[in-house]
């Protein structure tokens, strides 16, 4: 037998019966409210063999040492030709070869340093085999 639309609406129904439901609807509301998530969706836990790679790390340390030796071999052969008496390299434009040659021999000296002052900055107290020779 159908439900008539009064009894749906709450109309036709009891004060016993209308308590009834409004107990069970806050019964319902607080279930939804206590209930957690049947799937867990949480991201899983940090292994930190895994978030630091080491090996990675080591090879960019390497590469770095690699480029590092790389500028200094390329500042040092800058330098030797510019101090070298060659007319190819020799500058036209700059009359006395002395002056030339001091201001160059500081300019090498200052770049140098801040390479030497780089390297201790990422390496730590590593003395690299290129900081005993002088200039």
């Given amino acids: 037998m159908p439900i008539s639309s009064e009894r749906r609406s709450g109309f036709g129904l009891s004060k016993w019966e209308r308590n009834y439901l409004k107990c069970r609807y806050k019964a319902h509301r607080n279930k939804i409210g206590v209930a957690k998530a ?3 969706s949480k991201a899983p836990p940090v292994r ?3 978030q630091f790679k080491e090996k990675k790390a080591l090879m960019e340390q390497r590469r770095q040492i690699i480029v590092m030796q790389e500028n200094f071999r390329v500042l040092n052969r800058t330098a030797e030709i510019m101090n070298c ?8 434009l700059v009359s006395s070869k ?9 300019v090498t000296k200052k770049n ?3 390479i030497f002052q780089w390297f201790i900055h990422k390496f ?3 003395v690299p085999w290129w900081a005993h020779i002088n200039y």
């Fill in 98 to 106: 002395s002056t030339k040659n001091k201001e160059l021999t500081s």
């Fill in 124 to 126: 730590g107290k590593y």
């Fill in 85 to 92: 008496s060659d007319p190819v390299y020799s500058n036209s």
């Fill in 38 to 40: 049947a799937v867990d």
């Fill in 112 to 114: 140098i340093h801040v």
């Fill in 48 to 50: 930190p063999h895994v």
